[in-house]
């Protein structure tokens, strides 16, 4: 359980983030 959470996470972490990155970017320069 706690290694597919991990996989999940190493799988999908990246782009959630990559995407709060950019909406903040947005935000900053909009």
């Known amino acids: 359980m706690y290694l597919l959470l991990n996989i999940i996470v190493i799988q999908f972490g990246p782009k959630i983030f990559f995407?709060?990155?950019?909406?903040?970017?947005f935000d900053f320069y909009y």
Do not use: D
Not at 19 to 25: G, P
């Open 19 to 25: 995407f709060e990155l950019l909406k903040y970017e």
